[in-house]
């Protein structure tokens, strides 16, 4: 494992983003709370809880629920990597509670509800050593350095690779727009039905950014596609899942609204990497 090399000071050196969670439950970065809903949601939809490990004092967590009757297809969600970014992992808690049983029922699902646990508390994109946590994972981009959190995931790459064997979501958010776009990977020259529905959710809850560039990459229908870099996402195509997206909701648009949209797309992801 590479050693994690910290970031200079000003590269994180920007005010938190926070918002109030519907209803009054809250701040988005409430880790306390955020811990106990989703241990609750877990048991209450029959997922298995394990550790993966420890970052930075931290537990990272897989979920996982079987069904009874087994199930050819496993999927996993991953959410949080960027702790300015929470719609993902209070998303995954969104979903918890309305995915309907016969969803559930049709996959093994694994779920890592929440990667990087200090940028989530805090409010900032990268961990408290100042690492990003999706980025690092492709020893070959030697200008990257691996996290805390990243080690923690390549460390246990057996279970991780195991648990999204049929496909993988990502969830993030952009919080420089008011516009969402989708990354994918698929082996296949043009974006298929996989990509594709990603974007179509996106697009019912939020306009999808204009083609040209987004992120310093091209983006068109609001899908970047076939992308390979340090993340986590490119890393777990380039060990054989055979599709992978990450999800960019809107950090400029209402919050409630992007929970709900990141619920949505797990919803689709499962319902377009199940069987039949
Ligand atoms: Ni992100």
């Given at each position: ?7 200079p ?15 009054g ?20 939809r029959?997922?298995r ?8 004092g931290?537990?990272?967590l ?5 069904p009874?009757?087994?199930?050819e297809?496993?999927?996993l ?5 960027h702790?300015?970014e ?12 309305v995915?309907?049983d016969?969803?559930?029922?049709r ?5 890592v509800?929440?990667?990087?646990a ?7 994109r990268?961990?408290a ?6 980025r ?32 993988l979501l ?5 919080e420089g ?10 082996p ?6 996989f990509?594709?529905?990603?974007v ?11 083609d ?7 983006v068109?229908?609001g ?14 195509v380039?060990?054989g899942?055979?599709?992978a997206?990450?999800v ?5 648009a ?8 990141q ?12 069987p039949?």
């Amino acid at each position: 494992m590479p050693p994690s090399r910290p970031l200079p000071p000003a590269a994180d050196a920007v005010r938190p983003l926070i918002w109030p969670r519907p209803g009054g439950a809250g701040a988005s970065n409430d880790r306390e709370a955020f811990d106990t809903e989703f241990a609750a949601l877990a048991q209450r939809r029959g997922f298995r809880v394990e550790p993966l490990g420890v970052a930075l004092g931290h537990r990272i967590l897989l979920a996982t629920r079987r069904p009874e009757a087994g199930a050819e297809r496993q999927l996993l969600i991953a959410a949080g990597f960027h702790g300015e970014e929470p719609a993902g992992p209070w998303g995954v808690l969104e979903f918890l509670r309305v995915a309907p049983d016969a969803l559930l029922e049709r996959v093994t699902l694994g779920v890592v509800p929440l990667v990087n646990a200090t940028g989530f508390a805090a409010g900032r994109r990268f961990n408290a050593r100042g690492e990003n946590p999706n980025r690092g994972y492709d020893p070959a981009i030697a200008d990257e350095c691996l996290s805390a959190e990243g080690a923690v995931l390549l460390g246990q790459r057996e279970r991780v690779l195991a648990a999204a064997r049929d496909g993988l979501l990502c969830c993030h958010e952009d919080e420089g727009v008011q516009a969402a776009y989708v990354y994918a990977l698929e082996p296949a020259e043009t974006p298929g039905r996989f990509s594709r529905g990603l974007v179509e959710t996106m697009a019912r809850f939020f306009p999808l950014v204009p083609d040209g560039q987004v992120d310093g990459c091209p983006v068109a229908d609001g899908l970047v596609y076939n992308r390979h870099d340090g993340s986590f996402e490119s890393w777990a195509v380039r060990h054989g899942v055979p599709a992978a997206a990450t999800v960019e909701t809107p950090g400029r648009a209402d919050f409630a609204q992007r929970v709900a949209a990141q619920a949505a797309l797990m919803t689709t992801f499962v319902e377009l990497r199940a069987p039949g």
